[in-house]
């Protein structure tokens, strides 16, 4: 079966509740920048929601290890239930969760991620947690318009960039896990034709 390289989920959250978690979360937690700082121009940074058991250091927590096997929750997701809801609603074993956050002004340049996408191992989903018309989300050359609460998957394992041209902050929570028979069944669904 080949996969495409974007899909909207049938599932969607409410961008009150989701904007209500980051703001207490932000209100006791710092963001920490993204370590790959050639790919990006300005700010572009994180907080670490799930990561590999045992990390500690702010960059182990926010780096999404494909050779990890143990997983936990970080002290950072514990004043969120509604982040919780969300992560919960996608039925499959979360690896690596983070709050990423693009400031205004700032380019995230077309690159590309390894083994991330629904035809290998581990697979990469998005929900725009705050976000504005003037970000340009790019892959393959081709814009991805997301709106606050909506879900998607993105095949990142292509060339992709984001650039946030508004005034306002775009945060995405993103959310890294295992391939499975639900995440197969996504496309499985997108491929039937319509019954007549």
Known sequence: MGFPDRLKLPLAFDPI???ADLEALTAGADWIAHFVTQNYDGDWSVIPLRCQA????PVMMIYSDPGATAFEDTPFLAPCPYFREVIAAFPFQATSVRL????PGSVIKTHHDEDL???????RFHVPVVTNPDVDFRL?????VM????AWYLKLTDPHSVANHGT?????LVIDGYVNDWVRGLFAEEATP???
């Open 54 to 57: 045992g990390a500690s250091h």
């Open 17 to 19: 509740r989701l904007r």
């Open 194 to 196: 319509p019954a007549a």
């Open 147 to 150: 709106e606050a609460g909506s």
């Open 117 to 123: 996408d629904a035809g290998s191992l581990l697979v």
């Open 168 to 172: 306002e902050d775009r945060v995405h």
């Open 140 to 144: 393959n050359s081709r814009r991805v």
């Open 100 to 103: 990423m956050k693009l400031a």
